[in-house]
């Protein structure tokens, strides 16, 4: 038997984290925006950072990292919500099969749709085959945004208002268990996060809050059907 792991468990990005990023980067440099892009689609998309992102170290592959070209989907949902999905044309899990990073609107200053057009819009002029969130550096050249880089501005940010620096897998982390604070289901989570088994209950964070949200409002259903049978039992 495997001895059990003695890793801390690694802290979620926060909505002050969020809040944070939104204060300090520049929407209209072309690097801040591509960060803001990346920031605000890794945690409202619960995406590992990798699925978005290449590494300093290695070269851009259009076989496995995200790209200009890459399909898209939008539309807008019955509930009159807008959304897009990414494709990913490698994933941990899928490998080259890849894969779709669904995005919801949120209306509020962290939309991850509103922040990916503007990036798009920031960071125009780029040839198809370009990464997702590069950055135009001049008229006629661009620059790749790597993970490193983008963490790196991201503690640089957070430090200025003496908040926690956080790994990559942070945001998926804080995207995950934002989105269950929020009552949305664990299922539906589970599908945003696209995990195909019950190994995302790993990622939850602040458990002694989620689990008395969704047994509270269970309790209060219970309650309400329990008191209609009640009053219609005395007509």
């Not at 890793?7 to 591509?34: G, Q, W, Y």
């Not at 135009?136 to 790196?152: Q, R, T």
């Not at 998926?172 to 996060?193: C, E, F, S």
Request: charged share 20%; hydrophobic share 40%; with cysteine.
């Amino acid at each position: 038997m495997a001895p059990p792991s003695t890793k801390a468990p690694r802290m979620p990005v926060t909505e002050k984290h969020i809040a944070s990023l939104r204060s300090h980067l520049d929407l209209n440099d072309p690097f801040d925006a591509a960060v803001w892009a990346v920031a605000t689609i890794a945690w409202h998309g619960c995406a590992r950072l990798g699925e978005l992102l290449p590494s300093q170290s290695k070269p851009f592959n259009t076989s496995r990292n995200v790209y200009r070209a890459c399909p898209r989907k939008s539309g807008i949902a019955s509930n009159g919500y807008e959304w897009i999905n990414l494709f990913i044309p490698y994933t941990k899990t899928k490998k080259f099969r890849g894969d779709w990073i669904s995005l919801t609107s949120t209306n509020d200053v962290s939309d991850p749709i509103h922040a990916l057009q503007n990036h798009l819009n920031i960071n125009n002029d780029l040839p198809s085959e370009a990464p997702l969130f590069a950055y135009s550096l001049s008229s006629s050249s661009w620059g790749k945004l790597s993970k490193e880089a983008f963490l790196a501005r991201c503690a640089q940010i957070w430090a200025l208002d003496d908040l926690d620096a956080a790994s990559g897998h942070s945001f998926r982390i804080g995207g995950t268990t934002y989105l269950l604070l929020l009552g949305v289901d664990p299922w539906v989570v589970m599908k945003q996060g696209r995990w195909s088994s019950k190994a995302f209950l790993l990622y939850w964070r602040k458990v002694e809050e989620i689990l008395p949200l969704f047994i509270g409002d269970a309790m209060d259903k219970f309650t309400s059907i329990k008191n209609a049978v009640s009053r219609l039992g005395s007509l």
